[in-house]
Nanobody
Framework: QVQLVESGGGSVQTGGSLRLSCAPS????????MAWFRQPPGKEREGVAA???????AYTDSVRGRFTISRNNAKNTLSLRMNSLKPEDTGMYYC????????????????????WGQGTQVTV
């Protein structure tokens, strides 16, 4: 059974930093394409950052240059380093995984991922 557990969320002032972590069980991050999504209050879930099985990364325009997605295969974890946080970054952040090989914009589409965590709240 696959489970994804996020941690690291919290409240931070504008301009601050946070590091989110995702600890999967039942899958290896090295064998899956992984991503972070967020859902701002009253809005739809949106893709933030993704790292494909071949290490290709993708970011939504609003976070490029401020957020960095990475994975540690030895520890089997996924991380999202978030710098220069803005109020519009507020939302519930979710870790997601897929055994598929998303291409292009599909990397940041929620419909392309079939395993999800419960989320961790980020408030700026």
């Amino acid at each position: 059974q696959v489970q994804l557990v996020e941690s690291g969320g919290g409240s931070v002032q504008t301009g601050g930093s946070l590091r989110l972590s995702c600890a999967p069980s039942g899958l290896s991050v090295s064998d899956f394409s992984m991503a972070w999504f967020r859902q701002p209050p009253g809005k739809e879930r949106e893709g933030v950052a993704a790292i494909r099985r071949d290490d290709l990364t993708a970011y939504t325009d609003s976070v490029r240059g401020r957020f960095t997605i990475s994975r540690n295969n030895a520890k089997n974890t996924l991380s999202l380093r978030m710098n220069s946080l803005k109020p519009e970054d507020t939302g519930m952040y979710y870790c997601a995984a897929t055994s598929c090989y998303p291409v292009g914009s599909a990397l940041l589409e929620p419909s392309g991922y079939n395993f999800w965590g419960q989320g961790t709240q980020v408030t700026v």
